[in-house]
């Protein structure tokens, strides 16, 4: 057989180094695609691999589906594990904050789509992604969407198994996080997309609470605060205590917030913020709205999404 | 909505169906190498001794021995995983590392009791069950956290990193449900409930046997239930698939409308659901048939292979013991002759 793994790629320049990895960009020699190789330092931990890597590698060997990221290869080297993965330049953070890019609808409907059909996977697969954020939708030079980071996705939990609330980036964290649920569902990740939907409208992070206590706040002061009548059972929740109460935001509010939305996108937005995870919309429902179904324009295609104008 | 991918599509597209499943041969096969792998690190050991050793001396384990001993130790995998009290997930996947690692290593290769210590530590981790090495350790005798991390990176290559294993569990508390709505004005829901909890229990022999790697959890799970109670779910199977009451064949003709003609539809119809009946009970048997011929050696007969994967492992302990009888002859060793005193 030809190279042996470490001889299949090549590694060019270090672009990071987080508490279990390092990544660096390189090529597939054979045939000079750009990859991005993670490399997990394995000896250093005391209870053997990270769970975050462990996780990581689990679900992205399963994961096929072009808005998610792809793992080209696993090897190791000098006792080191690598993931060999798509080399992806940008992500949606960098984009939503770069100035000179203007945004049109169809844009935003666009990275919308492509998120919804990459989780719609993730949740076909039972996998839930449990971070999902602006940070973690790296883009394709042909501006396809990919989710990535799966350190913190799971399994759906068998049905009487405990789950940690401790999930998702604060700002992106549903109701039921925040009051330390410890059973809850793929409806995670959908309000998570519904604040990158108003984020992506908005071009300011929706609801950004300074700590755990202030999220709860800044959630419902925007949102309402849920209560028994809309969300039975929910004062039974460990951090459902000592809340204002707010009222649910009218239509005409909201339209005064998101001035450029449609109907249909309020609806979509509003069906992914259900304070009640029951109500929730899934991706099916999601996907099948008018948003994207009935009402124009179509989505920009992904080649023809703006770009960084700034290279790092 | 013609393009949606398939519940068994996405089945296909899984690790376990694409890495580790396998027909009958394959599997033979791959167990024939394996075992000539480890007879020839065997060889290479003895050659490194030949001047102290006769190269025949040494007797090495059998593909037969190799599975019992494996069982074996999964069994032990079981035990100790309810000593942790640890879930059920937890406790299957390791019992599935282990038996994937001894479909590419040989038990010549590394001894299973080691082996067995970190897929459990291992698969705990991988179920979101975490527990720290120190721990784990301290709760397991002769073992330190090194002993039982220095095997981890060997296991994740074995396994090709490959992790998420699908169990029958989930699907087993599907048909449970079903079963109660599809027979709910025949049975009582507790005797179903006793159905599912024995079919459960059973779940655990068919993770030792082969059917794992030639039928997909579903079917599993149904063969379970089926081995616990025939008539019962033979009944299930017929109500689902067979549309002998005549309001069944009018429902699917409504549903079906548009996509056949309507005159020669129930014949074909009819003809459909019987052969896929009968293909689902047929595999369903099969499947069965595997899960009740997996080994189930006696503690007797695992103590006699391991003596063997012992010397395997380490061909000098033939010259220790050697050097041990030596010493029992002149009587200098003072164990040997407080057992001997002890004895008389």
């Known amino acids: 057989m030809g190279l042996s793994a470490i001889n299949k790629y090549s590694k060019a320049k270090k672009v990071g180094e987080g508490t279990y990895a390092v990544v660096f960009l390189g090529k597939q020699v054979q045939t000079g ?38 793992l080209v290869d696993v090897f190791s080297a000098e006792g080191n594990l690598n993931l060999v993965l798509e080399f992806l330049p940008a992500d949606l953070e960098m984009i ?29 697969n039972f996998i839930l992604h449990r971070d999902l954020k602006p940070n973690n939708l790296l883009l394709a030079p042909d501006g396809q969407l990919k989710i990535a980071d799966f350190g ?6 068998a049905p009487n198994e405990d789950l940690t ?55 419902f002061q925007a949102l309402g605060t849920p209560t028994e009548d809309n969300w039975p059972n929910v004062s039974s929740l460990p951090g459902y205590n000592d ?31 259900q304070l009640n995870p029951a109500k929730r919309w899934d991706t099916e429902q999601a996907l099948l709205s008018n948003y994207f179904g009935k009402e124009l324009p179509v989505p920009t295609k992904p080649e023809n999404l703006p770009k960084l104008t700034k290279k790092e | 909505m013609s393009q949606r991918v398939t519940f068994d599509e996405l089945y296909r597209r899984s690790t376990q169906y694409r890495k580790w499943s396998f027909t009958k041969e394959e599997l033979l096969n791959k167990r024939i190498q394996i075992n000539s792998k480890g007879c020839a690190k065997v060889d290479e050991r003895l050659n490194q001794l030949k001047d102290q050793i ?13 599975l019992k001993l494996i069982s074996f130790h999964s069994r032990r995998i079981g035990m100790l995983a309810k000593h942790f009290n640890m879930p059920s997930q937890v406790r299957a996947t390791a019992i599935s590392f282990l038996r994937k690692f001894y479909l590419v290593n040989s038990v010549m290769e590394y001894h299973p009791k080691l082996v067995l210590l970190t897929c459990l530590f291992l698969a705990a981790k991988s179920e979101n069950y975490f527990i720290s090495i120190n ?23 074995s396994l090709e990193f490959t992790l998420l294993t699908h169990h029958p569990f989930r699907p087993l508390y599907g048909f449970f449900f079903d079963l109660q709505d599809v027979l709910k004005d025949e049975m009582k829901p507790n005797e179903l409930g006793k159905i599912y909890d024995d079919a459960r229990k059973l779940i655990d022999e068919a993770l030792i046997s082969d059917a794992v790697y030639h039928f997909t959890p579903p079917q599993i799970a149904l063969a379970c239930l089926k081995e616990i109670n025939n008539d019962i779910i033979l009944k299930y199977l017929s109500k689902k698939f067979k549309p002998n009451k005549l309001d069944t064949v009018k429902e699917k003709d409504e549903e079906d409308d548009d996509e056949q003609n309507e005159t020669i539809k129930p014949t074909i119809e009819n003809e459909l659901t019987q052969s896929m009946y009968e293909k689902i009970v047929a595999t369903v048997e099969e499947c069965q048939k595997f899960i ?46 407080k057992q001997k005193t002890d004895s008389i």
């Open chain 1, 33 to 70: 695609r750009d990859i991005a190789i993670k490399e997990i330092k394995t000896g250093q931990f005391k209870d053997g691999l990270d769970m975050s890597a462990i996780r990581e590698v689990k679900y992205l060997q399963e994961l096929m589906h072009i808005n998610v990221i792809e």
């Open chain 1, 96 to 124: 939503i904050k770069d100035r000179e890019i203007l945004f049109s609808p169809a844009d935003v409907k666009s990275w919308l789509l492509m998120t919804l059909r990459g989780v719609h996977h993730c949740h076909r």
């Open chain 1, 152 to 157: 913190l996705a799971r399994s759906l939990g």
């Open chain 1, 165 to 219: 609330s401790n999930v998702v980036t604060r700002w992106y964290r549903a109701p039921e996080l925040l009051f330390g649920a410890k059973h809850y569902t793929e409806a995670v990740d959908l309000w998570a997309i519904g604040i990158i939907f108003a984020e992506l409208m908005l071009r300011v992070p929706y609801l950004p609470g300074s700590d755990d206590l202030n999220q709860i706040d800044v959630t």
């Open chain 1, 243 to 273: 809340l204002k109460i707010y009222p649910e935001p009218s239509r005409q509010e909201l339209r005064k917030r998101f001035i450029a939305a449609t109907e249909s996108a309020l609806d979509l937005m509003s069906g992914l913020l």
């Open chain 2, 54 to 66: 006769e190269p025949n001396s040494i007797e090495k384990v059998t593909i037969d021995e190799e």
């Open chain 2, 135 to 157: 721990s784990f350790s301290k709760r397991i005798p002769k073992t330190t956290p090194e002993s039982i991390l220095s095997l981890e990176f060997e296991i994740l290559q």
């Open chain 2, 292 to 337: 009740r011929n997996g080994e189930n050696p006696t503690k007797e007969q695992a103590t006699e292979i391991d003596r063997k994967v012992q010397y395997c492992l380490n061909p000098s302990l033939i010259l220790k013991r050697k050097r041990e009888n030596t010493t029992d002859i002149n009587g200098d060793s003072n164990g040997i002759k």
